[in-house]
């Protein structure tokens, strides 16, 4: 049978175990719906990436048909006008500027340079020095601005990276874009941002060999940035290329935190003009607040509370469970007590019947005339009165012991004929104490009357108590001596401690019930001698004198 604690700890463990289960699987469906989600968006983003950048190649593919049908590819007006009805600034985010970069043979520097001068300005030089095998200039770049100007005559072949993707452009006839750089040659505004250069080469009508490449510089973190805003994407974005992922072509400032949830970061890939690009998204706030997991919160704070109302009710009914056992064993205890209590009740009436009758007798042996007996027998009966008020009294904090003693000794050797010696240190006894070491007394006092010191004539009794460390604290050793002499033995059946009936049942209840304790017992002829130990209350007020 389960106790009321077990049984509560048993409903709280399964209600907990049922809790846990069903959160964790709505967690982990929200989780899967969240990162379906997420995933979802970071598609959304990268088709609006790769939507952006075909743009721009279609608009560089425009740039490269314009050159391509004009006899004169470098007449800057004609490009120029062609340029600015593209409305670059407005309509395409990143992309700032179109370019061409003619092929030069050696002997044609002189004159590219002097077209550049004439249309630009200023002396126009194609720079810098040549490198084996193929020899550019940039000899268009649209829209004009002061600070682009400086880019003109630019031999791009001399950089590797730019070089390369001209050279691929030239074998495959398609778009082909640069590893990331730093666009600080073909754009007018230079602040650092990295991005790539998209070449398109350019073969006149009816031309074998190719004239030259169309370009387009594109400034990736605008791009980006633009993708963002329009169509408020709630995400952090980081776009690299995946041959130097170390050197992000665009990364927001919330994805270089880790971004809202770091733990639902997502990659995909992307093909952009012959590289691939890979782009890398976190949550941003934003996302959070819109796809929150509302089951799971729910759950985990509506099943704890289940949990806390389901042991609550288990354990208050334990606590009923418990209080009516405890109800149950108190009306037996009182019943058990109240059977004690008759017994010993008719016990002390009959051992004070007993004691009356000895006192009287010994009285009337002592006493010479009725004067006398009279007021040694009204001596004694008041000390037994008074010993009676102590044992009712047990209920008050404490008692002296020897006060305690003086009221059952007085009983026995109230003449000078049986003097009483009580000698020890004071001690106060607690209420338990008190009670037990009175009914104790009373017992001893009694058989001392019937049987002992106060039985015949030339009869005392000496107590003495010492304290003495013990194993469990201080321990009262009381030694409790009776003689009388003229009798050969206090050996026989009438010796306390020997005699059967319930005196000598209370006596070990008391000492070796109530108070933990021992009681020896030794008789020669003349002389009974017990040996009373017990561990004192720690709270007892113990006193030297």
């Known amino acids: 049978m389960f106790s009321p604690s077990r049984l509560s700890a048993s409903a709280i463990a399964a209600l907990s175990l049922v809790g846990a289960g069903l959160t964790w699987s709505i967690y982990g469906i929200e989780t899967s719906r969240r990162e379906e989600a997420f995933a979802r968006l970071l598609v959304e983003a990268a088709g609006y990436v790769e939507t952006r950048v075909e743009q721009h190649i279609a608009l560089l593919n425009a740039t490269r048909s314009f050159l391509a049908v004009h006899d004169e590819p470098t007449r800057r007006e004609d490009f120029a006008a062609f340029v600015d009805g593209l409305e670059l600034e407005a309509f395409y985010s990143g992309l700032q500027e179109l370019g061409f970069a003619r092929i030069l043979r050696p002997e044609q520097e002189a004159g590219i340079e002097g077209i550049l001068s004439r249309a630009y300005g200023g002396d126009r030089r194609v720079w810098p020095e040549p490198v084996p095998g193929l020899r550019t200039a940039i000899v268009l770049l649209e829209p004009d601005h002061t600070r682009g100007r400086a880019s003109l005559g630019f031999d791009m072949a001399t950089e590797e990276q730019r070089r390369a993707a001209m050279l691929k452009a030239s074998e495959t006839g398609a778009a082909t874009a640069t590893p990331p750089l730093t666009l600080d040659r073909e754009v007018a505004i230079r602040d650092g941002q990295p991005g790539i250069l998209v070449y398109l080469p350019v073969r006149p009508s009816g031309a074998p060999e190719i004239e030259g490449y169309a370009f387009a510089p594109v400034r990736v973190g605008d791009l980006l940035t633009a993708v963002l805003e329009r169509y408020d994407l709630p995400l952090e974005l980081r776009l690299a290329d995946a041959a130097a992922p170390d050197v992000p072509l665009f990364e927001s400032a919330g994805f270089a935190l880790g971004g809202a949830e770091g733990d639902l970061e997502m990659r995909t890939s992307l093909s952009v003009a012959g590289r691939e690009w890979v782009l890398s998204a976190a949550p941003s706030p934003e996302f959070g607040a819109a796809i929150q997991l509302r089951l799971t919160l729910f759950s985990a704070i509506v099943f704890p509370l289940l949990v806390v109302l389901a042991g609550v009710a288990v354990h208050w009914q334990g606590i009923s469970i418990r209080r009516t056992r405890a109800l149950n064993e108190l009306v037996q205890h009182n019943v058990e007590q109240k059977d004690l209590l008759l017994r010993e009740m008719a016990h002390r009436m009959k051992n004070s019947l007993t004691r009356v009758s000895a006192i009287a007798r010994q009285t009337a042996r ?180």
């Open 366 to 545: 002592e006493s010479v005339d009725k004067a006398a007996m009279a007021e040694s027998l009204n001596a004694r009966l008041q000390a037994m009165s008074a010993a009676q008020d102590l044992l009712v009294m047990s209920g008050t904090d404490s008692a002296d012991l020897a006060e305690l003693l003086r009221f059952e000794i007085d009983q026995i050797s109230a003449s000078a004929a049986n003097p009483g010696h009580l000698s020890g240190p004071p001690v106060r006894l607690d209420e338990r104490q008190t009670h037990a070491l009175a009914v104790v007394f009373h017992e001893l006092a009694t058989n001392a009357l019937k049987y002992g010191a106060g039985a015949g004539a030339g009869g005392e009794v000496r107590v003495h108590w010492t304290m003495e460390p013990g194993p469990s604290g201080i321990h009262l050793r009381l030694t409790w001596e009776e003689r009388t002499p003229g009798l050969p033995s206090l050996a026989g059946d009438a010796a306390p401690g020997q005699v059967s009936g319930f005196g000598t049942r209370l006596l070990e209840a008391m000492i070796g019930g109530e108070l933990g304790g021992s009681l020896t017992r030794q008789s020669r002829p003349g002389v009974l001698t017990i040996e009373i130990r017990f561990p004192l209350n720690p709270d007892a007020q113990v006193t030297a004198g």
